[in-house]
């Protein structure tokens, strides 16, 4: 197999040049990325926590190379692989695969960008924008430049996405009616929105995601935000900058996310309320009420807590 780095001193160069090194190799090369469980000679793997478990884990890999937390004690530390030892592995991790290995889109794209299965109505699509197979884009919607979108997306009226977005493979944006109200004979009735959805730069949206547009006012979802998969977006919502919200949570319409907000796996948001900046909202949990900032929230329904025990989501310690 070839390796995908060549020595050491390409990922120093890259991560930085300060970094602490134990039991240094310059002759160290890289085939493969792996979790550090099962790793073997020519893997590069990373450990985020410094627990008892942990260092175990290090200290049993066969990995030829280790990102570790900069805080490790390494008088506790028997390993015979190579530990660098970063500030966030997780992140550098994340980052070393991105920068090594080579990623391509030949079933995304052709020299065109656009896929002759796809119905494209909009002209309004920026330079270097891939469109996949089974696509749908209706007429009143704008992409920008350096957008990736997946096959069997579905993008309706009323849209617009701004720059470097990718939204991955069955999503749908901008399709829904307004919530049904009941007449007098207590039969429903619905209309059509009247506003749309607004996407900025540099967000991901994870497959078989549904986005509905706002009735009076757009869905927004601000700059740097990533969406995993299976995630509801109500009519309306308000979602800030560099959030995470991961798979399967729900969110009722017209429902505010400020900056930086986590959300856990299956939790449940509802309608109308405000989850203030830096926010926390842990797995599973209903939350029914307003959210102050930096606040950790747990449960059903969701309380506040005096921490944060997940390094990997969001450091927020009350």
Excluded at 222 to 239: E, L, N, P, R, W
Excluded at 248 to 276: C, H, M, Q, W
């Amino acid at each position: 197999m070839k390796p995908i780095i060549q020595n050491l001193s390409e990922i120093i160069s890259f991560i930085d040049t300060s970094v602490k090194i134990i039991n240094e190799n310059p002759d160290l090369s890289i085939l493969k990325f792996s979790p550090i469980c099962g790793s073997s000679s020519g893997d590069m793997t990373f450990c985020s926590r410094i627990d008892t478990k942990s260092i175990q884990s290090i200290n049993d890999s066969n990995a030829s190379l280790i990102l570790c937390p900069q805080n490790l004690d390494i008088q506790k530390i028997n390993s015979i692989s190579t530990l660098i030892l970063v500030d966030n592995p997780r992140l550098w991790f994340m980052r070393c695969i991105e920068k090594f290995t080579s990623k391509t889109s030949s079933s995304i794209t052709n020299e065109n960008h656009f896929t002759t299965n796809s119905i494209i109505e909009s002209d309004s699509i920026g330079s270097n924008t891939s469109i996949g197979n089974f696509c749908f884009i209706e007429k009143n919607v704008k992409i920008g430049n350096d957008c990736i979108i997946y096959p069997g997306v579905q993008i309706y009226n009323g849209t617009k996405i701004g720059n470097n977005v990718k939204i991955f493979p069955s999503v749908i944006i901008g399709a829904s009616i307004f919530g049904p109200q009941r007449n007098k004979d207590m039969k429903l009735e619905t209309c059509h929105h009247l506003a749309g959805v607004n996407i900025g730069n540099d967000v991901e949206i994870g497959s078989n995601t549904s986005i509905l547009p706002g009735f009076l006012k757009d869905t927004k979802i601000d700059d740097g935000t990533k969406i995993s998969s299976q995630v509801y977006i109500g009519s309306a919502m308000q979602i800030g900058k560099n959030c995470m919200i991961t798979g399967k949570t729900y969110f009722g319409g017209s429902s505010t996310l400020e900056d930086n907000v986590y959300i856990g796996p299956g939790a449940n948001i509802r309608n109308g309320i405000t989850i203030s900046k830096n926010s926390f909202v842990g797995i599973g949990s209903n939350v029914v009420k307003d959210v102050p900032e930096n606040t950790t929230v747990i449960g059903n329904p969701a309380k506040s807590i005096d921490h944060n025990s997940d390094p990997n989501a969001i450091n927020n310690i009350n």
